[in-house]
């Protein structure tokens, strides 16, 4: 699968989410391609946004990584304070 393709398809996914948390007053939606602490932090920065709000992971096994891995990067890669939020299945 190309990179576009991937990209597409995750910005349509993403307006359906910020449509549903969101509401008519609408919020902006961000898609971009590089490693996820990196390009969060940077966005973050760049729009002089006051917090990040991140999930942990719930995902299991033995090649996915561990529960909340980017959301610890995030956590030590940016100045913007960062609130990490538990999975409703962890």
């Keep these: 699968e190309s990179d576009e393709m991937r990209l597409g398809a995750a910005r349509t996914k ?3 989410l910020a449509g549903q948390v969101c509401g008519p007053r609408g919020c902006d939606d961000i898609v971009v391609l590089g490693r996820p602490p ?11 946004m006051q917090l990040i709000v991140m999930g ?35």
Excluded at 38 to 48: E, H, K, L, P
Excluded at 59 to 64: A, M, S
Excluded at 68 to 85: F, Q
């Design 38 to 48: 990196d390009v969060i932090g940077s966005i973050a920065r760049d729009r002089g």
């Design 14 to 16: 993403l307006k359906t």
């Design 56 to 90: 942990l992971a719930s995902d299991r096994g033995v090649f996915v990584p561990r529960p909340g891995s980017i959301a610890y990067r995030v956590l030590g890669s940016t100045s913007v304070p960062v609130l990490v939020v538990p999975s409703s299945d962890i």
